[in-house]
């Protein structure tokens, strides 16, 4: 079946400093990939999405790019803020028999970020 | 509504006790999923309504575990029997015409003693 592999965590960088959590998935077909972010006491929150190869996601500053060839879609940002201490969900969609879409997430890769 | 709510937002149930955890999703969306957390993982599908059809409930994980959606909003997972292992955050989701992005509730948090 489809699935997800991301990096573990958890990863601890300073303020500023560049940010890349790596994400790779075996799937059938094409599906949508998605970054989603659940900050500390919330429920998940769909961070980018793309929805074709070389497609590239962008959103508060975060970016990651549809790679068919390597199967990957890696989360980067330039300069991370400790506002962005979260745990960051890589899925992909999976089509269902019966119809409609489920989402097939990672285990989750839990960002801190110090001053 | 603003967005998808769920509740409770915590539960405590003993062991063998039946719950019944709701949610109410973006008006107007057809699709309605629920997943299951354990900690430390990632939401895991356990099934699919559109409007008040199941599509698809290959992810519950025993016939312990019943959803509905009777009028094709409002959804209700209820576990019956409930085991420690049941144990996780229940999170409910919903989509529009865009089938494919799903907006998450907060969760319920349920622990099994």
């Known amino acids: 079946g489809n699935s997800v592999t991301q990096m573990e965590g958890p990863v601890t960088l300073s303020e500023e400093a560049f940010l890349t959590i790596n994400c790779t998935y075996t799937?059938?077909?094409?599906?949508?990939l998605f970054w989603y972010v659940q900050y500390p006491g919330e429920g998940l929150q769909l961070l980018l999405k793309?929805?074709?190869?070389?497609d590239k996601g962008s959103n508060k500053g975060f970016e990651a790019t549809y790679r068919k060839e390597t199967t990957s879609f890696h989360l980067e940002k330039g300069s991370v803020q400790v506002s962005d201490s979260a745990v960051y969900f890589c899925?992909?969609?999976?089509?269902?028999?019966?119809?409609?879409?489920?989402?097939?997430f990672g285990t989750g890769t839990q960002l801190k970020v110090e001053l | 509504g603003a967005g998808v709510s769920q509740s409770p937002r915590y539960k405590v149930a003993k062991r063998g006790q039946d719950v019944a955890l709701r949610c109410d999703p973006i008006s107007g969306h057809v699709s309605l999923f629920w997943y299951q957390q354990a900690l430390g993982q990632g939401p895991e599908f356990l099934t699919y309504?559109?409007?008040?059809?199941?599509?698809?409930k290959s992810g519950l994980p025993s016939d312990r575990f019943f959803a509905e959606r009777p009028e094709g909003s409002v959804s209700t997972l209820k576990i019956q029997r409930t085991q420690q292992e049941d144990s996780a955050v229940y999170l409910c989701?919903?989509?529009?015409?865009?089938?494919?992005?799903?907006?998450f509730g907060p969760g319920t948090r349920l622990l099994v003693l």
């Open positions: 799937a059938t077909g094409y599906p949508s």
């Open positions: 793309a929805t074709k190869a070389d």
């Open positions: 309504f559109q409007n008040e059809a199941q599509l698809d």
């Open positions: 989701a919903s989509s529009s015409g865009t089938p494919e992005t799903q907006y």
């Open positions: 899925a992909l969609s999976d089509h269902l028999t019966g119809g409609g879409n489920k989402l097939t």
